[in-house]
């Protein structure tokens, strides 16, 4: 069974950088094939797909997110990262990793086998 848990600051000042954690364990983030995504909900919205980065470390991003985001992964612990620069209040939300069997870059839940529980970000002076 693989788990995901996502974790970071639950506040964030606006104009700083957000960095989040997802922590695999049950499988490896370098199964093949497989991808991780970062998928966010902003409240009172739907899910946004912010990026993903595949098994063999090739990322993709959302162009609505591309200029400021940076997804990374530390294969020797099994993690990856979440990047997001210049964090407004609209960056709010419940920030989300999720595992699929093929490189999907959509928001839609019945794409992804597995999610994390979700971690609530916060950005507010």
């Known amino acids: 069974q693989v788990q995901l848990q996502e974790s970071g600051p639950g506040l964030v000042k606006p104009s700083q950088t957000l960095s989040l954690t997802c922590t695999v364990s049950?499988?490896?983030?370098?199964?093949?094939?497989?991808?991780w995504s970062w998928i966010r909900q902003p409240p009172g919205k739907g899910l946004e797909w912010m990026g993903v980065?595949?098994?063999?470390?090739?990322?993709y991003y959302s162009p609505s997110f591309k200029s400021r985001t940076s997804i990374s992964r530390d294969t020797s612990k099994n993690q990856l990262t979440l990047q997001l620069s210049s964090v407004t209040p609209e960056d709010t939300g419940v920030y989300y990793c999720?595992?699929?069997?093929?490189?999907?870059?959509?928001?839609?839940?019945?794409?992804?086998?597995?999610w994390g529980q979700g971690t609530q970000v916060t950005v507010s002076s």
């Open positions: 049950g499988g490896s983030i370098t199964t093949r094939p497989s991808s």
């Open positions: 999720a595992r699929s069997r093929r490189v999907v870059i959509t928001a839609t839940r019945d794409d992804y086998d597995y």
């Open positions: 980065i595949a098994w063999d470390g090739s990322t």
